[in-house]
């Protein structure tokens, strides 16, 4: 009796393991094909998404989703952000659920306009500053450097190059971007995962906080109400200025893929201006969507200074001038911070 029972539950056993590896079988047996050409698609076309069921299973329903918003068939993307999102694929069979799950890139359908500069002024620059943030609140002009034991927080005459008011960051941190906002200028570090407030008068010490889903602190600016985190990949993360809670992002796009290394941030009219690592050029850049609608070539700027290059002393710093409607540019120990007006190329 003991090896008949014994005999039944191996029977049962592989009954039902048969019975699962032919659920499994069917359900990967669905897969979906879509318009995107090598997984990549452009904002101003119409996503078409197919479900192929090739043993031909009696489907109850099939869904799908863009990162958590369901979609139709055919979807108009035009009310998108840019760059990866997953498409979710959800099909009910014969009581059963198949996911199927898989990365579309969606990319900007303008390419973006090529502009230039022209200098109006050069004042002098400290050329041992290494320029990872600048900006200008009530007229005057606030910059923040990096490098461990060297890192400060400066309120400076432009015109000049006078130190203001000056604040060392501690030397186990690595000083990144800022942005002042409400009479509080806001820092952020490198490796940290940490930033600091500072009182944008005196420049003393308000408090700190930590980052959320962003690895790293590079660029910070801010539109009046909310701020703006660059953290060397393509995303740009939206924080809530009293919480400092990350609470969205946009991935910076052009018509042919992602943009990554952002560096330095500026807000301007409604856009994003953004120093790329490692590169001449300055994005222009669409909050709303992530797309590049423009790219400044600042190489000029570059050959006026001696010991430019292109990784160490590399262009890095964009303040914009509400008073005078320019825009500073400087880099990383540079002797020179430039007055420019942006023009066509």
Same mark, same amino acid.
């Given at each position: 009796?003991?090896?008949?029972?014994?005999?039944?539950?191996?029977?049962?056993?592989?009954?039902?393991?048969?019975?699962?590896?032919?659920?499994?079988?069917?359900?990967?047996?669905?897969?979906?094909?879509?318009?995107?050409?090598?997984?990549?698609?452009?904002?101003?076309?119409?996503?078409?998404?197919?479900?192929?069921?090739?043993?031909?299973?009696?489907?109850?329903? %099939?869904? !799908? *989703?863009?990162? #958590?918003?369901?979609? /139709?068939? $055919?979807?108009?993307?035009?009310?998108? +952000?840019? &760059?990866?999102?997953?498409?979710?694929?959800?099909?009910?069979?014969?009581?059963?659920?198949?996911?199927?799950?898989?990365?579309?890139?969606?990319?900007?359908?303008?390419?973006?306009?090529?502009?230039?500069?022209?200098?109006?002024?050069?004042?002098?620059?400290?050329?041992?500053?290494?320029?990872?943030?600048?900006?200008?609140?009530?007229? %005057?002009? !606030? *910059?923040?450097? #990096?490098?461990?034991? /060297?890192? $400060?927080?400066?309120?400076?005459?432009? +015109?000049? &190059?006078?130190?203001?008011?000056?604040?060392?960051?501690?030397?186990?941190?690595?000083?990144?971007?800022?942005?002042?906002?409400?009479?509080?200028?806001?820092?952020?570090?490198?490796?940290?995962?940490?930033?600091?407030?500072?009182?944008?008068?005196?420049?003393?010490?308000?408090?700190?906080?930590?980052?959320?889903?962003?690895?790293?602190?590079?660029?910070?600016?801010?539109? #009046?109400?909310?701020?703006?985190?660059?953290?060397?990949?393509?995303?740009?993360?939206?924080?809530?200025?009293?919480?400092?809670?990350?609470?969205?992002?946009?991935?910076?796009?052009?018509?042919?893929?992602?943009?990554?290394?952002?560096?330095?941030?500026?807000?301007?009219?409604?856009?994003?201006?953004?120093?790329?690592?490692?590169?001449?050029?300055?994005?222009?850049?669409?909050?709303?969507?992530?797309?590049?609608?423009?790219?400044?070539?600042?190489?000029?700027?570059?050959?006026?200074?001696?010991?430019?290059?292109?990784?160490?002393?590399?262009?890095?710093?964009?303040?914009?001038?509400?008073?005078?409607?320019?825009?500073?540019?400087?880099?990383?120990?540079?002797?020179?911070?430039?007055?420019?007006?942006?023009?066509?190329?």
């Amino acid at each position: 009796m003991k090896a008949f029972k014994h005999l039944t539950v191996i029977f049962l056993t592989l009954l039902l393991t048969a019975c699962g590896n032919d659920i499994e079988a069917q359900k990967k047996s669905f897969s979906v094909v879509t318009n995107a050409q090598n997984g990549t698609i452009s904002i101003d076309k119409t996503l078409e998404i197919t479900l192929k069921n090739p043993k031909n299973l009696e489907v109850t329903s %099939v869904s !799908y *989703e863009l990162d #958590g918003k369901k979609l /139709e068939a $055919k979807q108009p993307l035009s009310e998108f +952000k840019l &760059g990866e999102h997953n498409l979710k694929t959800t099909v009910n069979f014969d009581g059963e659920t198949a996911i199927i799950n898989q990365t579309i890139a969606l990319l900007s359908d303008v390419a973006p306009k090529f502009l230039t500069v022209e200098v109006i002024n050069t004042f002098p620059h400290d050329n041992t500053s290494f320029t990872q943030g600048l900006e200008f609140n009530n007229g %005057v002009l !606030y *910059e923040s450097t #990096g490098q461990r034991g /060297e890192s $400060k927080i400066r309120k400076l005459d432009y +015109k000049t &190059g006078d130190v203001i008011a000056e604040t060392a960051i501690p030397d186990a941190f690595f000083g990144e971007g800022i942005t002042v906002l409400n009479n509080t200028v806001y820092h952020l570090t490198w490796l940290g995962k940490k930033g600091f407030t500072y009182d944008a008068t005196t420049l003393e010490k308000k408090g700190s906080f930590n980052y959320g889903q962003s690895k790293e602190g590079w660029g910070f600016a801010n539109d #009046g109400t909310k701020l703006y985190k660059s953290d060397g990949t393509s995303l740009i993360w939206t924080l809530n200025a009293d919480t400092l809670v990350e609470e969205d992002h946009i991935q910076v796009c052009t018509t042919k893929g992602k943009i990554g290394r952002l560096n330095e941030i500026e807000w301007v009219n409604g856009k994003i201006y953004s120093n790329i690592w490692e590169k001449n050029g300055i994005a222009i850049i669409n909050p709303k969507n992530g797309a590049v609608e423009a790219v400044i070539d600042c190489t000029f700027l570059t050959k006026q200074i001696p010991n430019f290059s292109i990784n160490e002393n590399c262009l890095n710093g964009i303040a914009y001038n509400p008073d005078t409607k320019t825009f500073f540019l400087t880099g990383k120990r540079w002797d020179k911070l430039f007055e420019v007006k942006i023009v066509e190329n």
